[in-house]
């Protein structure tokens, strides 16, 4: 009965908003006869600021460590997905110092060694595994972090080091492993005698294969030793070495090089790293892969003129690490990046896997010159922290750096629920917002799936029934009442990640394979591998409703670096989804059984009739054959009209590719529009309420459209350089939230004004916006973050009002609240400049400003020790700053908070104590918090 009150009250405001957009919009046309219309940027739509939601529970992969060595409580952490970190006070406390740069995958982070004000990045992991993004070079800052200037090297895609001369700052080399997805690029070896200003080229191999590693020796830096690297991926194929892979050494600066080949194998090599002995320079080490049998721990100690191999160690996927370290405390003890790190004390003759009490996959370590039992370790749960060798460790969860593939959201009351799935760490479920004026800490996070975290899916009907997957089709069921978790995978006959258990035929699934409840019934699930699954009792059985769907090309047959590999190239599809899989899949919520099915080879297949019969399209006007179908979103407007997003960048293609079919696929036309180059698109959404007004998702930003795709504007407020890899509106709220690979969830709170940000009330000059409902409730001012437990910030409390001015104004401006009655309840400061705003009323009336009733306000509110000290720890986790809860403190007594009903909001001019109206007003509700 609950829900189907609160779906009419939802049905009721989404009719009103529509309605008082469709006013706002004929009076501006009326208003803006003769005047040239004005243009959605993305400066004016900052304003509409994003709001972070973390969570900091699970922070994301770490790819570099570079510590101050001049002040060792300063730490710069490059994180594979999210920028740079620096934290002043040993992780107490971290601020992201990259956030406005053209990339935000990071490979590696160094500092100068005699300025380590001066911070270099390398951007484009350094890592071939299916989820990396790509860089754009190389970036330098001189004042420790605060501003950057790209400094070349913009087609390097992906930097594995940068090193410096000890004995001349401005000479450095940088090591570049090229483009994971294409040839050519800026790939090799190259050195700057001018600190960076210009870069030459040292040792190039071929457009095919870069350098991975590089080590100088620091008795004389003229010697450098370098490992070259040939690899590709593509979807569904990924070769991870060939013939022009090796060793080289230089003994003149690069001028001239050697290939160190006595006692390395003669086979096809792969990823090798490389390390030099902190004690015995003479002493080279090298963990290389190889094909076939001959992988291993390879150690020299004559300078790299002669080889041994001391043990076949080779790590579980060299792909995505490997990397090794010299323990400068202990001679000929070496530490290698893997699954769980290993460590030898004997120069390799032995291995074995350390059992630190971390997460796994590990990719980055420092050590403490002062120090043999201070390490830090980077991985993919994020960073952590031992003072005692190892015994015991510190995790930094206070890091809102999580990578995100998918996003859902349920109808929770009273406030909706955000649940994704992350990479490797599984998949979560937190509220978008708390009565604790606090915010969202991280023990308001659940987990409810482990693994790869990839698509969740709640029961729209019931918010305890949450799907959950992890990586090749794993799907979970959880009952959140009972704490009852059940696999419900299809029972299939084989395919990647299960064994074969029925008579069907089998099939392959993806990494993240797509899985949708039925928008016509809460109890019916699609979910599409090679073929596509129904179920029509929540998972507990399936039926195929296809044949393979795919274009079951043998991916053996496809030339890759111009030849076909056989089966012994070096990790040939090593942990790679096998091509032929189900990547996007949607169903008309207009039309019952309109289901459509989009392929990572190319495809968009469609069935009319629920799954009986299918129709494929393989071509689309503009896009290459193969292209991958990354969404697919069907119309809620329209029965006939559905969109699709293909990315296209694992061929090394970053163009923006996004169609619109309105006769259910037959023809297709671009609504691309103006999206930038280099961004490849995920996702797309379409406003429940107006049909032209679209978000996209690509790998560097979120972007709104206005006019269905003819003209795209960036949303900037409050958000880095990210991809946003998925997106949902939460129909209800009218929130849009936000799935990014690398800084957590963000949620644009009530975009309700964009439905009528067109340009003719842009022309006018004043407009006054609409708005949702407002909650009313009493925040808990008592339920504090403890240290270590971060909070993201709720949004504000009361009613937001979103207004724009088309110049400065003249005199002041004041929002004037009143109630259904028409008395003025409350009176507030608007805006005082040109733009778009955002203005919150507390819903509270005029406060009683006689000097007793102020005198006991600050009593009431002063802070003892305790609680001082309590907001201290509070700010160290992301929780309310001392200062603020002071000045809270100092403030004026507010007033009592109003009574839920109907209220009118007027955007006006003040002058000489007359107020001249600029825009319609706007009727909103106040409403009790529902639940509580």
């Known amino acids: 009965?609950?829900?189907?009150?609160?779906?009419?009250?939802?049905?009721?405001?989404?009719?009103?908003?529509?309605?008082?957009?469709?006013?706002?919009?004929?009076?501006?046309?009326?208003?803006?006869?003769?005047?040239?219309?004005?243009?959605?940027?993305?400066?004016?739509?900052?304003?509409?600021?994003?709001?972070?939601?973390?969570?900091?529970?699970?922070?994301?992969?770490?790819?570099?460590?570079?510590?101050?060595?001049?002040?060792?409580?300063?730490?710069?952490?490059?994180?594979?997905?999210?920028?740079?970190?620096?934290?002043?006070?040993?992780?107490?406390?971290?601020?992201?110092?990259f956030d406005e740069g053209g990339s935000y995958s990071l490979g590696c982070v160094a500092l100068d060694p005699r300025d380590p004000n001066v911070v270099w990045l390398g951007t484009g992991e350094n890592q071939s595994l299916r989820s990396v993004s790509f860089g754009d070079g190389i970036y330098k800052s001189t004042d420790a972090g605060q501003t950057?200037?790209?400094?070349?090297?913009?087609?390097?895609?992906?930097?594995?080091?940068?090193?410096?001369?000890?004995?001349?700052?401005?000479?450095?080399?940088?090591?570049?492993?090229g483009p994971l997805w294409a040839p050519g690029g800026d790939r090799g070896l190259y050195?700057?005698?001018?600190?960076?200003?210009?870069?030459?080229?040292?040792?190039?191999?071929?457009?095919?294969?870069?350098?991975?590693?590089?080590?100088?020796?620091?008795?004389?830096?003229?010697?450098?030793?370098?490992?070259?690297?040939?690899?590709?991926?593509?979807?569904?194929?990924?070769?991870?070495?060939g013939p022009e892979a090796g060793i080289f050494k230089s003994t003149d600066a690069g001028a001239t090089w050697t290939e160190l080949t006595e006692g390395i194998p003669t086979v096809d090599l792969g990823r090798i790293a490389l390390a030099l002995s902190p004690q015995n320079p003479d002493i080279v080490y090298a963990l290389v892969v190889a094909a076939g049998d001959e992988s291993g721990f390879f150690r020299s100690a004559d300078r790299g003129a002669t080889w041994v191999r001391r043990n076949n160690y080779r790590v579980v996927d060299p792909q995505f690490y490997g990397e090794i370290y010299a323990d400068p405390h202990h001679f000929e003890r070496i530490y290698a990046m893997d699954v769980t790190i290993h460590v030898t004390d004997d120069g390799g003759e032995t291995f074995e896997r350390v059992r630190w009490q971390m997460h796994v996959d590990n990719h980055a370590m420092t050590f403490d010159p002062t120090d043999r039992d201070h390490l830090l370790v980077g991985n993919d749960g994020g960073l952590y922290e031992t003072y005692d060798g190892g015994r015991t460790w510190r995790h930094f969860t206070n890091l809102p750096s999580t990578q995100y593939y998918r996003v859902a959201v349920d109808n929770s009351e009273p406030f909706y629920h955000v649940y994704g799935g992350s990479q490797d760490n599984g998949s979560h479920g937190g509220p978008s917002r708390t009565i604790h004026r606090v915010g969202i800490r991280t023990s308001d996070w659940i987990s409810v799936g482990g693994g790869d975290g990839m698509q969740?899916?709640?029961?729209?009907?019931?918010?305890?029934?949450?799907?959950?997957?992890?990586?090749?089709?794993?799907i979970t069921r959880l009952d959140k009442r009972t704490g009852e978790s059940r696999g419900i995978r299809p029972r299939t006959g084989g395919g990647r990640g299960q064994s074969s258990d029925s008579n069907e035929p089998g099939v392959r699934w993806n990494w993240d394979t797509p899985l949708i409840i039925s928008p016509h019934a809460s109890s019916r699930l699609y979910f599409a591998g090679s073929r596509l699954f129904r179920s029509d009792d929540r998972g507990d059985n399936w039926e195929p409703v296809s044949d393979d769907l795919t274009r079951q090309i043998d991916s053996d047959t496809i030339p890759v670096m111009g030849r076909l590999w056989d089966a012994n190239a070096v990790t040939k599809n090593l942990f790679t989804t096998e091509l032929g899989v189900g990547t996007a899949l949607s169903e008309s919520p207009l039309v019952e059984g309109l289901l459509y099915v989009g392929t990572d080879d190319g495809l968009v297949q469609v069935s009319e009739d629920g799954g009986k019969n299918w129709r494929k399209v393989e071509r689309f006007p503009g896009v290459p054959e193969m292209a991958y179908v990354s969404d697919l979103f069907a119309s809620q407007h329209d029965a006939d009209t559905v969109y699709v997003a293909f990315n296209h960048f694992k061929s090394g293609d970053f163009t923006p590719y996004l169609l619109k079919s309105t006769d259910r696929g037959r023809n297709w036309t671009s609504v691309a529009g103006n999206l930038p180059e280099r961004h490849p698109v995920w996702c797309i959404v379409e406003d429940p309420v107006n049909e032209r007004l679209l978000f996209a998702g690509t790998e560097y930003g979120l972007f709104v459209t206005t006019d269905g795709g003819e003209r795209w504007v960036q949303l900037r407020g409050g958000v880095p350089t990210i991809a946003f890899r998925d997106l949902e509106i939460q129909t209800r709220e009218t929130d849009l939230v936000c799935a990014t690979f690398g800084r957590g969830f963000y949620i644009l709170d009530d975009y309700t004004p964009l439905r009528c940000l067109t340009r003719e009330t842009l022309a006018q000059s004043a407009a006054l916006f609409p708005l949702r409902h407002a909650y009313l409730y009493h925040e808990l001012s008592y339920m504090r973050a403890?240290?270590?437990?971060?909070?993201?910030?709720?949004?504000?409390?009361?009613?937001?009002?979103?207004?724009?001015?088309?110049?400065?104004?003249?005199?002041?401006?004041?929002?004037?609240?009143?109630?259904?009655?028409?008395?003025?309840?409350?009176?507030i400061d608007g805006p005082r400049a040109a733009g778009l705003h955002r203005v919150t009323w507390d819903l509270r009336g005029e406060a009683d400003n006689s000097p007793e009733a102020q005198r006991a306000y600050e009593e009431e509110m002063e802070m003892s020790e305790e609680e001082e000290a309590e907001a201290e720890q509070a700010q160290a986790s992301g929780g309310e700053p001392r200062r603020a809860r002071q000045a809270r403190s100092r403030r004026r007594r507010p007033g009592p908070l109003v009574e839920p009903g109907r209220y009118t909001v007027t955007l006006s001019l003040s002058a000489d104590g007359t107020l001249t109206p600029l825009a319609e007003p706007q009727t909103f509700d106040v409403v009790p918090l529902p639940g509580l």
């Not at 001369?165 to 450095?172: L, T």
């Not at 009907?461 to 089709?473: C, K, L, R």
């Open 456 to 474: 969740p899916r709640i029961d729209p009907t019931d918010p305890s029934i949450v799907y959950s997957m992890s990586q090749y089709g794993a």
């Open 1 to 97: 009965m609950n829900s189907v009150r609160r779906s009419k009250q939802t049905s009721r405001m989404v009719h009103d908003s529509m309605l008082l957009c469709l006013t706002l919009v004929v009076a501006a046309q009326s208003l803006a006869l003769g005047a040239a219309p004005n243009e959605l940027t993305a400066d004016l739509l900052r304003a509409l600021e994003l709001r972070s939601l973390g969570p900091a529970l699970s922070p994301g992969r770490i790819a570099d460590i570079a510590v101050d060595p001049t002040n060792r409580s300063t730490w710069y952490v490059a994180a594979a997905s999210s920028g740079l970190w620096k934290t002043t006070n040993r992780g107490t406390t971290w601020t992201p110092i």
């Open 786 to 827: 403890a240290f270590g437990n971060y909070a993201a910030p709720n949004p504000p409390f009361g009613a937001t009002f979103t207004c724009f001015l088309r110049d400065d104004p003249t005199s002041r401006v004041v929002l004037t609240i009143a109630d259904a009655d028409g008395n003025q309840v409350r009176q």
């Open 191 to 241: 050195k700057s005698t001018d600190g960076g200003e210009s870069w030459k080229p040292v040792l190039q191999i071929s457009e095919n294969t870069g350098i991975t590693d590089v080590v100088l020796d620091p008795r004389d830096p003229d010697v450098i030793y370098a490992a070259s690297y040939q690899r590709r991926r593509h979807v569904g194929i990924c070769i991870g070495g």
């Open 148 to 177: 950057w200037e790209h400094k070349g090297l913009p087609n390097s895609e992906h930097i594995a080091k940068i090193l410096f001369d000890p004995r001349d700052a401005q000479v450095m080399y940088v090591a570049s492993q």
